[in-house]
């Protein structure tokens, strides 16, 4: 009985400080300015359709500043990659654009039943986990696709361990005009910065950022 409760209080222990250690690093985000001592290194989560689309037109608004980039598609999208590529070769630069393009499962596919996703979602964390830790960026970037949910995950484990803060940068795509989508509202408690797009979004959820239509 007595190893019971111990192993009880063990656990209760580690939740309650999983928990201060989250809310210390979602409520350090502020504070946080990546890049004070060089080129800030950003992991930018591509979705399928449109979503990559707008994520690009947010990519040619970053200065040079921000490299190396690391694009994140779902193993199982090629159109993505073909529009990333497409859009590394147009930079017009001197400098040898620095990019790398990695893949991982897609946390839901098309039409997929929500109770399936949870098991498609947690094999995208398998995936997300040693992608992060093997590529510690300063910043994640992203807008909307279920696959940034366990790549966001896996960034702020990092910092709950105390291996490097990483600031993750939410935008969420123009097309949500009233509610926000199912990602947004789960980045919603731990993104750092989360921009919407439209002033209704503004008034509804007083922790996003309004600048107007960004893509």
């Keep these: 009985m007595d190893v019971l409760v111990g192993a009880g209080v063990a656990f209760l222990s580690i939740c309650l400080l999983f928990i201060v250690r989250l809310w210390a690093v979602v409520k350090s985000g502020p504070n946080y300015k990546p890049g004070r001592k060089g080129p800030v290194a950003v992991l930018v989560v591509a979705g399928s359709g449109g979503h990559t689309t ?17 694009y ?3 193993d199982t999208d ?14 017009q630069s001197n400098a040898e654009s620095q990019f790398t393009i990695c893949r991982i ?6 039409h997929q039943s ?7 979602t947690l094999k995208a964390l398998r995936y997300s986990l040693p992608l992060v830790f ?3 960026p300063d910043m994640v970037l992203c807008n909307g696709p279920g696959t940034c949910v366990p790549l966001c995950v896996a960034a702020l484990l990092l910092g709950i361990l105390g291996m490097k803060k990483v600031l993750i940068v939410y935008v ?6 009233q509610t926000l989508s199912l990602t947004g509202k789960i980045l ?28």
Excluded: N
């Design 72 to 74: 994140v598609v779902a």
């Design 114 to 120: 929500w109770s399936s996703s949870v098991l498609s």
């Design 172 to 177: 969420e795509s123009i097309c949500r005009v």
């Design 78 to 91: 090629r159109m993505s990659e073909e529009k990333i590529c497409a859009f590394e070769k147009s930079k």
């Design 105 to 110: 499962p897609r946390s839901r596919e098309v």
């Design 188 to 215: 919603y408690l731990v993104s750092d910065y989360f921009f919407v797009q439209w002033s209704s979004l503004r008034d509804k959820y007083p922790k996003s950022i309004f600048l107007g239509r960004i893509v």
């Design 134 to 136: 093997r590529l510690r």
């Design 54 to 70: 707008e994520i690009l037109r947010l990519m040619e608004c970053l200065s040079a500043a921000y490299t190396p980039v690391h």
